[in-house]
C-alpha cells in the first residue's frame, strides 16, 4: 500500500492512462479511468489529492469534470 497522494488520472485514450500510471505510480496511488463520469463515481466515494484530466473527452470535458 502506497504512502503517497491519491492521484485521480482521467482519458479516454487507455494508452495515455497506461503511462501516466506508469509515470506517478511511484509517488502514490494511481487511480485510472476512462471518462468524467467514471470519475465524478471515484471522487464521490473516495479522497482524491491530485487530478489529470484529458480536456477532450466524449462525455464530458475536462473543465466539465472540474467544474463538477
Avoid at 485514450?13 to 463515481?41: K, T, Y
Avoid at 471515484?42 to 466524449?58: C, F, S
Amino acid at each position: 500500500m502506497s504512502t503517497g497522494p491519491v492521484i485521480l488520472c482521467v482519458d479516454d485514450e487507455q494508452h495515455v492512462l497506461d503511462v501516466i500510471r506508469r509515470m506517478f505510480e511511484r509517488l502514490g496511488e494511481v487511480i485510472a479511468v476512462g471518462s468524467g463520469p467514471a470519475a465524478l463515481e471515484v471522487l464521490r466515494a473516495r479522497h482524491v489529492d491530485v487530478l489529470i484530466t484529458d480536456q477532450r473527452m466524449p462525455d464530458m470535458t475536462g473543465i466539465e469534470l472540474v467544474r463538477a
